[in-house]
T-cell receptor
């Protein structure tokens, strides 16, 4: 049982390049989310999904796209990388059926630098 | 005003001390509350949920004060291994889609010295 797997762990991009951060979970969780973490800002929600085929924007969605074609995978695409997107990105999933069931499982993170 | 606010610290306390942090939230309709622990350069991990009646897990005690809109975490007999950043987490209002929006505080750094 691998939990939540994120790849790559590290990435350096040039401004304007595009790339996809991968996230996969093997726990059959319905809910998946992408966060970015910056110093002093905490974790900020980028996009989330409540199930296959359903996605929605979070707090800071601009510059990112997501899709959820399967329950297991929730990739995050950077359309045209900018230095402001330098951050640590975390994918998280949970199987919460009620408002009190929020045991989030996080991936180990992707450290992205845009130069 | 941020939806969830924490004192960033760092709190630097000696081993064996008792330390407490608070976390305030702005939305009175918030439903659920949690404390997460994050070690340096690692992912956050659930430490404990926070219940209205307060709850304890070993050396850790969590409290919720809805009237004043804050949650607290008390660590007794602190250990070197407690050094980490502690994130408070507040969930959204009722509703299917908004229930998925979970707000993290920016964290309080705790450093335990020998």
């Amino acid at each position: 049982n691998a939990g939540v797997t994120q790849t790559p762990k590290f990435q350096v991009l040039k401004t304007g390049q595009s790339m996809t951060l991968q996230c996969a979970q093997d726990m059959n969780h319905e809910y998946m989310s992408w966060y970015r973490q910056d110093p002093g800002m905490g974790l900020r929600l980028i996009h989330y999904s409540v199930g296959a085929g359903i996605t929605d924007q979070g707090e800071v969605p601009n510059g990112y796209n997501v899709s959820r074609s399967t329950t297991e995978d929730f990739p995050l695409r950077l359309l045209s990388a900018a230095p402001s997107q330098t951050s640590v990105y975390f994918c998280a999933s949970r199987n919460g059926q009620t408002l009190n069931d929020y045991g989030y499982t996080f991936g180990s993170g992707t450290r992205l630098t845009v130069v | 005003r941020k939806e969830v606010e924490q004192d960033p610290g760092p709190f630097n306390v000696p081993e064996g001390a008792t330390v407490a942090f608070n976390c305030t939230y702005s939305n009175s309709a918030s439903q659920s509350f949690f404390w997460y622990r994050q070690d340096c350069r690692k992912e956050p991990k659930l430490l404990m949920s926070v219940y209205s009646s307060g709850n304890e897990d070993g050396r850790f005690t969590a409290q919720l004060n809805r009237a004043s809109q804050y949650i607290s975490l008390l660590i007794r007999d602190s250990k070197l291994s407690d050094s980490a950043t502690y994130l408070c987490v507040v969930t959204g209002q009722r509703g299917y889609s908004s229930a998925s929006k979970i707000i993290f505080g920016s964290g309080t750094r705790l450093s335990i010295r020998p």
